[in-house]
């Protein structure tokens, strides 16, 4: 019998619902934990090797502490495969939606006042990308049931997942949505990576961009038309940042500055 790929699953700054995701595949779990031989997984485990290197590495979460970078450094160092899992991961998520605005310091004061900080020093929110080599991307605020077991499927058996390269408007076509765009609700699918089913805009919500922006599509075309349709840049721009960050923000300040 062949040995058993190693599987780490860590988390950083975020809700833990991506880990927690995982969890909820409760149909497959089993099938999980027999597939691999799982050395770290604090939310579903007590007997967790730290020090274990690993052929898979999941990591969740923004890195916002020295401590925190030293540790995802590490994980690096002793991973095959660093997978950036969920959109804290691959672009900084809500947590990051003000970065680069110079008030960071400012914001942290007022919520933590003059408080000497033993733990790790703080720093402004950011995805792992931004410190090591990401071999692997699951988006998603969580990832969906089908996205991660074809992720870890392809993974486990030593392939790479591969992703479409169609945005959320593909799969509201395959559910026979009407655009929302048509009805005057700011969605952000023409521009965002699509695989999660169009669940937002099915019920009525806007997409909200939380898979990223998708690699080949005509941006400034898409904004163009959002800007002509009476939605606002800041509105737009804001509604990017949310799942995106600083990261996706600064590409859409780009594209805006040629639309307008």
């Not at 792992?128 to 990832?143: A, E, L, R, T």
């Not at 806007?206 to 009476?230: F, P, Q, R, S, Y």
């Amino acid at each position: 019998m062949s040995k058993k790929p190693t599987l780490g699953v860590y988390g950083f700054t975020g809700c833990a619902g991506c880990q927690l995701a995982i969890i909820d595949c409760e149909d497959q779990l089993v099938d999980l934990f027999e597939a691999a031989d799982i050395k770290v997984f604090y939310e579903a485990m007590s007997n967790n090797d730290d020090e274990a290197e690993v052929d898979i590495a999941l990591v969740e979460g923004s890195i916002n502490t020295e401590k925190q970078k030293e540790e995802l450094l590490e994980i690096r160092k002793k991973a095959k495969i660093l997978v950036a899992f969920g959109s804290c991961a691959n672009y900084g998520c809500v947590q990051t939606m003000a970065n680069d605005d110079g008030k960071w310091a400012e914001r942290f004061k007022k919520v933590y006042g003059d408080v000497k900080f033993t733990v790790g020093k703080a720093m402004e929110a950011q995805p792992i990308s931004n410190f090591v080599k990401v071999d692997v991307s699951i988006p998603g605020c969580s990832p969906s049931t089908p996205q991660m077991l074809m992720a870890f499927t392809k993974l486990l058996n030593g392939n790479m997942p591969v992703y479409t390269n169609a945005p959320v408007c593909l799969e509201c076509k395959f559910r026979e949505n009407e655009c929302l765009l048509n009805k005057d609700i700011l969605c952000l699918g023409p521009l965002t990576k699509g695989g999660c089913t169009a669940p937002c805009p099915t019920h009525n919500t806007g997409c909200v961009g939380c898979w990223g922006i998708i690699d080949e599509a005509n941006h400034t075309a898409e904004l163009k038309l959002m800007v002509e349709k009476g939605f606002k840049a800041d509105d737009i721009i804001r509604k990017f940042s949310i799942f995106g960050g600083g990261k996706i923000t600064a590409k859409i300040n780009e594209l805006m500055e040629v639309v307008q």
